[in-house]
Each structure stands twice: as structure tokens, then as C-alpha cells.
């Protein structure tokens, strides 16, 4: 796991790599995710929203803080197949998504090497599958 905090005491990052258990398909797995950030006073403000990173399909979660109304967090996960890459941005005192936070997304998430193989999770479009009522990118980036 990777954490990073700028200068700027506004902001942070952890990212991080996992395998998701072979019983949780990836909607699963998107959902305990954001639960587990829930837990300290977050709560969604969107529906996952499919992102583009590295011309790589991805889903995002935007979070509102509770406790305070300056701060936000956005979770970031990619997968393919039981791997699962996850980057979790808190941004404090107002500060927003910028080009920074996009340059160290683009750059963190490009230290996945791209290679075959590893069990297929359920395909975006399938039942119980993150896309399964919408179209998204394609999330198992072959």
C-alpha cells in the first residue's frame, strides 16, 4: 500500500492492491469497499461512475464528509479479474480534484502491469455485475 500526503496538509492518497475473494464478484467488492469508508463519516454523493485511466476502464465513488462539509474523498478501483487496485483521495478545506491529484492517479495506476491471465470475475455487462443496468467501460482491462 501506498500512502501520500502533499505538502499541502488539504489533500492525501492511500493506494493500494488486493485479491478479491472468489465468492464477491466485482459489484461486491465495489460496495464493501465504499462501506468501509462510510464507516468514518462518509457517505456517497454519486453512484459509481465509470472513468477512463491510462485508456483503462475504472469506476469511481465520490464521498461527502458528514462531520465536515469542506471535506470529500473519491475511490477509485480497477480490476481485472480477482485483482483489484484501489486509490482512495481525501481532499480537505474546500480543496477539489485537480490536475496533481489526476497526474498521481495517472501515475500510480500505471505501475499495474497489463498482463494475462488470473480467474475472470463476473463481465460488466452481467447480472450482479457493476454495469449490469448501465453501460460502463469495460472493468476487466485486457
Known amino acids: 500500500m501506498l500512502f501520500a500526503i502533499s505538502s499541502d496538509p488539504a489533500g492525501g492518497v492511500y493506494f493500494g492492491h488486493e485479491q478479491v475473494?472468489?465468492?464477491?464478484?466485482?459489484?461486491?467488492?465495489?460496495?464493501v469497499l465504499a462501506e468501509l469508508q462510510a464507516r468514518p463519516g462518509n457517505?456517497?454523493?454519486?453512484?459509481?461512475?465509470?472513468?477512463?485511466?491510462?485508456g483503462q476502464?475504472?469506476?469511481?465513488?465520490?464521498?461527502?464528509?458528514?462531520k465536515d462539509p469542506d471535506t470529500t474523498a473519491e475511490i477509485t478501483i480497477v480490476l481485472r479479474g480477482r485483482d483489484a487496485w484501489w486509490m482512495v483521495?481525501?481532499?480537505?478545506?474546500?480543496?477539489k480534484?485537480?490536475?496533481v491529484i489526476d497526474t498521481l492517479e495517472t501515475a500510480v495506476f500505471g505501475t499495474i502491469?497489463?498482463?494475462?491471465?488470473?480467474?475472470?470475475?463476473?463481465p460488466p455487462g452481467a447480472a450482479g455485475g457493476p454495469c449490469a443496468s448501465h453501460s460502463c467501460p469495460?472493468?476487466?482491462l485486457r
Do not use: C, H
Request: glycine share 8%.
Open 113 to 122: 502491469e497489463w498482463r494475462g491471465g488470473g480467474a475472470a470475475a463476473s
Open 57 to 66: 476502464g475504472a469506476m469511481r465513488l465520490a464521498l461527502k464528509s458528514l
Open 97 to 99: 480534484r485537480d490536475e
Open 21 to 31: 475473494p472468489a465468492t464477491m464478484n466485482e459489484w461486491q467488492y465495489a460496495e
Open 138 to 140: 469495460d472493468l476487466s
Open 89 to 95: 483521495t481525501f481532499l480537505m478545506k474546500g480543496k
Open 43 to 54: 457517505e456517497a454523493s454519486a453512484d459509481w461512475t465509470p472513468v477512463m485511466i491510462n
